[in-house]
């Protein structure tokens, strides 16, 4: 077990006892690039994970050591400096946030590792943020509630990382629940779940196994594309606050008005709400078939208004498309690669991603990683045994 070997190794370095937390990765199967548009989004906390084990120390000092880059690194809780290193500005953004919330912390011993695999859009990056936020309150006792862990998660990426990400993955992280995926409600912060329990369906992710080092810079810029088309919006209509108050027809009336990408980025998230909506009608029907013909749709518009996705991408969603046991399909996350998500009858999954990596090794010389995924909790303080 994993969470095991971390115990080892925070066992083998500092010869005590830690506390043990387990902080998931996350699907999200509608409403992508919603979150910052103040739209919805229904993501699910899922079965691979990182883990830390923790102490906490008397005097300043943070000693961290990730375990799947067997590297460490050290720093105190009074200088936090980013580092080209990288992976402990994930880490040092969250120790920062708490302060900055006017926290009174010390140092503590760390060591991370898990199964989340890094760039393949299943947020591994919120699971760092989200776990350490949540490990840190627990061992300090700091008293701090659920969603203001998971805004300082965020603010941890957005401000120490450089990353203008949402709030969907670090609000998945900490509120997920087995069996349910969460429609949350990215302006009011509020949440449902929906039971996710088709017995013969599987969540299937296809991993592209690239990551182009566009994704943040990209990101960045939707993220001004949609401002954008928001302030000229504005000007004629005084009570839209985000795209989420946008209708097709109102944004229709700016065609001639916004740049032409404009129109298209905005374009897409107006629709993606509206599917978004669509999708859950579905859900509470227990429709799957309309559901999967969303998920495709929303490729279609991440693919070509939003411009998103990459080639890798769009053939893993083309190859599944002449096939009626897979329901829906698309790519997943932030874009510019990671993973496809798909949602397949279990009785052709081998046989699916047997044919899907023939053609994706043929086509990109890659070899495909699937992951078939379950939901499950969000983050928690695992069971010593
Ligand atoms: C990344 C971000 C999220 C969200 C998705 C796109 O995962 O971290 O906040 O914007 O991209 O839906």
Redesign the pocket.
């Known amino acids: 077990m994993l969470s095991k070997l971390v115990t080892q190794k925070f066992q083998e370095l500092f010869n005590e006892k830690p506390l043990l937390v387990r902080s998931p990765g996350?699907v999200?199967l509608i409403?992508?690039?919603?979150?910052?548009n103040e739209g919805f989004?229904l993501p699910a906390a899922i079965d691979k994970a990182i883990y830390f084990a923790i102490s906490p120390r008397n005097d300043e000092k943070c000693n961290l050591f990730a375990l799947d880059m067997n590297d460490s690194f050290q720093f105190s809780v009074n200088s936090l400096q980013f580092t080209e290193k990288h992976w402990p500005n994930y880490l040092m953004g969250v120790v920062d946030q708490i302060l900055k919330l006017g926290c009174n912390l010390k140092g503590f011993n760390c060591v991370f590792g898990g199964d989340i695999p890094i760039g393949a859009?299943m947020?591994s990056?919120?699971a760092i943020e989200a776990g350490l936020a949540f490990a840190l309150n627990h061992i300090y006792n700091l008293g701090i509630d659920k969603l203001s862990l998971v805004k300082l998660a965020?603010k941890a990426?957005n401000e120490f990382v450089g990353?203008n990400?949402?709030?969907?993955?670090?609000y998945i992280n900490i509120f997920g629940k087995s069996g349910n995926v969460l429609r949350i409600d990215c302006r009011s912060l509020e949440y449902d779940y929906f039971p996710f329990d088709y017995k013969d369906i599987s969540i299937v992710l296809f991993d592209t196994g690239v990551s182009h080092s566009l994704a943040s810079s990209e990101?960045n810029q939707r993220r001004k594309e949609c401002t954008l088309g928001v302030e000229l919006i504005k000007k004629d209509h005084n009570q839209i606050k985000s795209l989420r108050d946008v209708t097709l027809t109102m944004l229709n009336g700016y065609k001639n008005k916004l740049d032409s990408k404009i129109f298209r980025r905005c374009k897409y998230v107006v629709e993606e709400n509206d599917r978004m909506m669509k999708a859950c009608e579905s859900l509470n029907k227990k429709d799957l078939k309309s559901f999967g013909t969303l998920m495709y749709q929303t490729h279609e518009g991440l693919s070509k208004d939003y411009e998103?996705s990459c080639k890798e991408l769009d053939y893993l969603v083309e190859l599944t498309t002449n096939n009626p046991g897979v329901y829906g399909a698309r790519m997943?996350?932030?874009?510019f690669g990671g993973c496809t998500i798909n949602l397949i009858e279990n009785k052709i999954v081998d046989e699916t991603k047997k044919i899907i990596s023939e053609k994706y090794k043929q086509k990109f010389n890659i070899d495909l990683k699937t992951y078939i995924t379950s939901i499950g909790n969000g983050t928690s303080v695992m069971d010593e045994n």
Request: charged share 20%.
């Open positions: 996350r999200n409403g992508e690039h919603t979150d910052y989004v859009g947020s990056s919120a965020q990426e990353v990400c949402g709030i969907m993955d670090q990101y998103v997943m996350g932030g874009g």
